[in-house]
C-alpha cells in the first residue's frame, strides 16, 4: 500500500490560517487523497478528501500538487478546537481491499 | 441521527478473561472496521468485514475475533491469548467499494487488563 509522510507536529496561534503537509510519492491512479483528525480519547472524524482537483468544504480545504506526489490540509482560521492529529491516507485501490491504513499523523498545537 | 455506537466506554478486565467490545450502526454501512491505538500511536487494524458472515484479518489480528451475523453489528472479542491488551479500541464503517465517500468512527472503548 501506498505510504503517506507527516510531520509529527506543528504549532499555529487562534485564528490564524494553517496549512498541514503531507507526501506521497508512491500514490497510485486512483487513491483517494484522504484526511481524518482525532481529538483527544475520540475517535477519528472525517475531514475532506480529494481525488485531482483541490477541495473545499465548511470544515477545511484540500489543495492536491498537480503530480499528486503531495498535498496540503489548509484550516483557514485555527481555533483552539482545532487542537488534534491530524492523517493524511490514501484510499487503496479495490484489489487492495478498501481499508485505510493510519500513520502517526500531525499533532497540532494551537496557541490562543 | 445516524451514526456508530461502541459499548462500554471504560472495561477493565482481569489476566487470562475474554473480553466483548460491542460495535452498532445504524448507518446501512456494508463494511466495519476495528482498529487499536496505542498511546502515541496510529491507528493499526485488527480485523475488518466487507460484507455480512465474512470477514478478514488485518495487520494485528492475533488474540482477537470478530463475527459479522448482522450488517449493523461487529463485536470483537478480545481473548486471553492477546498478550498486550490494554489499549484504545475504535471500531469504524464506511459504504463498501465507494471511495469517495469517508469512514465514520465510534468513540472508542478504553480496555485496561489489571
Known amino acids: 500500500d501506498a505510504k503517506t509522510t507527516q510531520p509529527n507536529s506543528m504549532e499555529s496561534n487562534e485564528e490564524e490560517p494553517v496549512h498541514l503537509p503531507c507526501n506521497h510519492s508512491t500514490i497510485s491512479g486512483t487513491d483517494y487523497i484522504h484526511w481524518y483528525r482525532q481529538l483527544p480519547s475520540q475517535g477519528p472524524e472525517y475531514v475532506i478528501h480529494g481525488l485531482t482537483s483541490n477541495v473545499n468544504n465548511r470544515m477545511a480545504s484540500l489543495a492536491i500538487a498537480e503530480d499528486r506526489k503531495s498535498s496540503t490540509l489548509i484550516l483557514h482560521r485555527a481555533t483552539l478546537r482545532d487542537a488534534a492529529v491530524y492523517y493524511c491516507i490514501l484510499r487503496p485501490k479495490k484489489s487492495s481491499g478498501d481499508k485505510l491504513t493510519f500513520g502517526t499523523g500531525t499533532r497540532l498545537a494551537v496557541r490562543p | 441521527d445516524g451514526g456508530i455506537t461502541q459499548s462500554p466506554k471504560y472495561l477493565f478486565r482481569k489476566e487470562g478473561q475474554n473480553v466483548t467490545l460491542s460495535c452498532e450502526q445504524n448507518?446501512?454501512?456494508?463494511?466495519m472496521y476495528w482498529y487499536r491505538q496505542d498511546p502515541g500511536q496510529g491507528l493499526r487494524l485488527i480485523y475488518y468485514?466487507?460484507?455480512?458472515?465474512?470477514?478478514q484479518k488485518g495487520d494485528i489480528a492475533e488474540g482477537y475475533s470478530v463475527s459479522r451475523e448482522k450488517k449493523e453489528s461487529f463485536p470483537l472479542t478480545v481473548t486471553s491469548a492477546q498478550k498486550n491488551p490494554t489499549a484504545f479500541y475504535l471500531c469504524?464503517?464506511?459504504?463498501?467499494?465507494?471511495?469517495?465517500?469517508?469512514?465514520?468512527f465510534g468513540s472508542g472503548t478504553r480496555l485496561t487488563v489489571v
Open positions: 468485514s466487507q460484507i455480512v458472515n465474512d470477514f
Open positions: 469504524a464503517s464506511s459504504m463498501e467499494g465507494q471511495r469517495n465517500y469517508g469512514y465514520t
Open positions: 448507518l446501512n454501512h456494508d463494511a
